[in-house]
C-alpha cells in the first residue's frame, strides 16, 4: 500500500513539497490541525519562518501530539525551518520558541546570514551518485552534531542533512532543486 | 518551476534560475525567489517604528515592511513619500529576527541601493510612495537583493516579472481598510491567467499584445496555469476575514499595512490574521479569531478618494 504522507501546512514552502511527493506517486494531505496527525503515515515538515510556525504549532494544540508521534516512530523530514523545529535546541531564536528535540543536534538560527548571503551550492550526498544542488534560504546552520546522529552531507565542514532513526533533517531546500532524489530516498527508508 | 529563466537564456548565468556553477552562489533568481516561498501562507506587517516590528513579530508575522508612515497617514498628511531612514530600519533589523522588507520609490534606483547596502531582506518598489521615474521601473535583475512589485492585472505583473521581480503583489488601494480593489486585482491576474491556459497557441500572440507583456511568459503561463513567481496580495486588507476572503481567491500570502496598527488593538488584530492565513478555509477557526477584536481601521469609500496609489507604476 503506498504511504499517505502528511505535509505541516500551517505556513511556508509546504506546497512545493507535496507537488514532488505527489510526482513520486505518494498521495499527500495539508496538515494544519493535530486531529488530521492520525490519517498520516509520515510527515514532511517544510521551510518558512520558524518563529511562526513555532507559535502556530502552539496555538493549535498541535506541539504535544506532534512530539509523541515523532517519539512513537513517525516518519519525518525537516527542511529548514522544520530543521529548527525538529532539533534539541535553537540558538538566534526568540525566547518563547519552542523545538520538539527530536534529533540531537543544535542549531543557530539564520546562521549564513541573512536574505544577501543565501546560496546555492552544489552538495554531495551519501547515496547518491550524483551531487545534488542545495539551495540555502536564510538557512540555519548546524553548530553541533550528537553521538547518534549520522551527517548524510556537509557544506564547509558544517552538516547540512543529517538523520537520526526516523528524523531526517535539511538545512536546504530540496523541494526548490527541480530534482526528486532526495524526496526519493527519504521515501525509501519507511515506504 | 524554472521556466521563466529559460527565457533568459541568453544572458549571463546570475540571470538564470538554478545557478550552474557548482560553487557557492548568492542572489540567482531561484535563491531570490527562494525566499519568497518561504514566506506563503504568512502575513507580511507594515511597520514604522522597532516597538511596531516587535509587536508584529511576537504575533507570527513572517516578515515586517518597514515604512516611514502606513499607508492611510500618507493618504492623510499628504506630501512626498520616500524610502525610510536608513537609521529606522537598522533599528527594526536589531529588535527582530524575521525578515525584513523595505519600500523604495517606482523607478529609484539609488534608493534600492542604499537598502540593499543596509541588507534588508526584500525591496518593496512600491506604488505606496511618490514615484520617482515616470516610464521606468527599476532593473531588478541588477540587484542580489530580490524584489517585490504590485500589479493591478496580468500585464503589469508580467512586465514586473521581465524586469526581475521575484514576488508579485496585487496592488489594492493601500491605506483605505477596503478590501474591494484588492479582490477585483486578484480576480483581473487570476481570471487571465485561466482564460490564457484555454487559449490556443495563436491567441497567445495576441495576449502578449494585449497585455504588453513578453510573449514567452504569456507562453509559459499557458502551460503551467500559474505566474512564474509567488503571488501575493495587499492592499486594503484589515481583518482576518479579509485575509481568508484573498487567499481563497488564489492568494499565496498577505500584506497587511494600516489594517493593523489603525485598529483598536493591533496586538490581537495581528494575531487573528496571522491564523486566518494559516486557517483560510477553516470557518471554525476563523469565528473564533474574529471574535472580540474590537473595531478595526474605519476605512475609506474608493469613491471618494483624491488618489489611487494604484494607477501608480507603468
Known amino acids: 500500500m503506498t504511504p499517505t504522507v502528511g505535509v505541516l501546512a500551517l505556513q511556508g514552502a509546504f506546497a512545493a513539497h507535496a507537488a514532488i511527493l505527489e510526482q513520486l506517486g505518494v498521495s499527500t494531505t495539508e496538515i494544519r490541525r493535530d486531529a488530521q496527525l492520525d490519517a498520516v503515515d509520515a510527515l514532511v515538515m517544510p521551510g518558512g519562518e520558524s518563529t511562526t510556525m513555532s507559535m502556530l504549532l502552539e496555538r493549535s494544540g498541535m506541539l504535544e501530539p506532534l512530539g509523541a508521534r515523532i517519539n512513537a516512530g513517525l516518519p519525518v523530514f525537516g527542511t529548514c525551518a522544520g530543521m529548527i523545529l525538529l532539533s534539541a535546541e535553537v540558538k538566534d531564536g526568540r525566547p518563547d520558541q519552542r523545538v520538539l528535540g527530536a534529533i540531537d543536534i543544535t542549531t543557530r538560527r539564520n546562521g549564513y546570514g541573512r536574505q544577501t548571503e543565501s546560496f546555492e551550492s552544489d552538495l554531495d550526498i551519501a547515496g547518491l551518485d550524483a551531487p545534488f544542488h542545495g539551495v540555502f534560504i536564510r538557512a540555519p546552520i548546524v553548530e553541533r552534531v550528537g553521538e547518534s546522529v549520522s551527517v548524510l552531507a556537509s557544506v564547509e565542514g558544517d552538516a547540512v542533512l543529517c538523520r537520526q532513526a526516523n528524523v531526517t533533517v535539511a538545512s536546504f531546500h530540496p523541494e526548490l532543486a527541480d530534482d526528486d532524489r532526495l524526496h526519493s530516498m527519504w521515501l525509501k527508508e519507511f515506504a | 518551476m524554472t521556466k521563466l529563466w529559460d527565457w533568459y537564456s541568453g544572458t549571463p548565468d546570475k540571470l538564470r534560475g538554478m545557478s550552474e556553477s557548482t560553487e557557492r552562489a548568492t542572489g540567482s533568481p531561484l535563491v531570490k ?24 513579530e511576537d504575533a507570527g508575522a513572517v516578515a515586517v515592511m518597514a515604512l516611514e508612515r502606513v499607508p492611510s497617514d500618507i493618504r492623510r498628511d499628504g506630501g512626498v513619500s520616500r524610502m525610510s531612514d536608513p537609521e529606522m530600519i537598522v533599528g527594526i533589523q536589531q529588535t527582530v529576527s524575521i525578515p525584513v522588507m523595505a519600500k523604495a520609490r517606482i523607478g529609484h534606483f539609488a534608493e534600492a541601493q542604499i537598502l540593499q547596502a543596509l541588507d534588508v531582506d526584500y525591496i518593496d518598489e512600491s506604488e505606496v510612495l511618490t514615484p520617482a521615474d515616470e516610464a521606468h521601473h527599476i532593473d531588478k535583475w541588477a540587484f542580489t537583493v530580490p524584489f517585490v512589485c504590485g500589479a493591478t492585472n496580468l500585464g503589469e505583473a508580467l512586465r514586473r516579472i521581465s524586469e526581475g521581480a521575484c514576488m508579485i503583489r496585487s496592488k489594492g488601494e493601500a491605506g483605505t481598510g477596503n478590501v474591494v480593489e484588492a479582490v477585483r486585482h486578484l480576480r483581473s491576474i487570476i481570471g487571465d491567467i485561466g482564460k490564457i491556459t484555454k487559449a490556443d497557441s495563436a491567441e497567445l500572440f495576441d495576449w502578449a499584445k494585449q497585455l504588453q507583456a513578453p510573449l514567452p511568459l504569456v507562453q509559459e503561463i499557458a502551460e503551467t496555469g500559474e505566474l512564474p513567481v509567488p503571488m501575493f496580495c495587499a492592499g486594503g486588507l484589515s481583518t482576518p476575514a479579509d485575509a481568508s476572503l484573498v487567499m481563497q481567491l488564489g492568494a499565496q500570502a ?9 485598529s483598536d488593538e493591533p496586538a490581537k488584530m495581528a494575531t487573528a490574521i496571522v491564523e486566518a492565513a494559516t486557517h483560510y478555509r477553516d470557518p471554525d477557526i476563523l469565528v473564533k479569531v474574529s471574535t472580540g477584536l474590537g473595531s478595526a481601521m474605519k476605512g475609506l469609500e474608493i469613491a471618494t478618494l483624491e488618489t489611487k496609489l494604484a494607477e501608480r507604476g507603468w
Not at chain 2, 525566499?35 to 506563503?40: F, G, Q, S, T
Not at chain 2, 498577505?254 to 489603525?262: E, L, T
Open chain 2, 254 to 262: 498577505v500584506f497587511v499595512g494600516s489594517g493593523i496598527f489603525k
Open chain 2, 33 to 56: 525567489r527562494g525566499l519568497a516561498e518561504m514566506l506563503k501562507g504568512g502575513v507580511i506587517m507594515d511597520v514604522v517604528n522597532p516597538e511596531q516590528a516587535k509587536i508584529a
